[in-house]
């Protein structure tokens, strides 16, 4: 993955995602933009996004109400 980890766009819409823990992005430093559209998303940490300090564009809508956390359970 140590190209992957370059990423500056990323498009994970229609994946039908419920979860976004505090690990799952960490590998993304250069991410500016993410697209979580449309998926299932109940649940982000609310640390999954502390590593991307570039992001500029976050797209949620289309998903069910979730809740964010500091939980560490996921």
């Known amino acids: 993955f140590n190209s992957v980890n370059r990423l500056t766009y990323l498009n994970l819409s229609y994946n039908r995602i419920q979860f976004i823990n505090k690990t799952l992005l960490k590998d993304f430093f250069d991410l500016e933009y993410l697209d979580l559209s449309n998926n299932k ?3 982000i940490n609310s640390l999954a996004f502390n590593d991307l300090k570039y992001l500029k564009d976050l797209h949620l809508n289309s998903n069910p ?3 964010t956390t500091n939980s560490t359970q996921i």
């Open 65 to 67: 109400n979730f809740a």
């Open 41 to 43: 998303i109940i649940y």
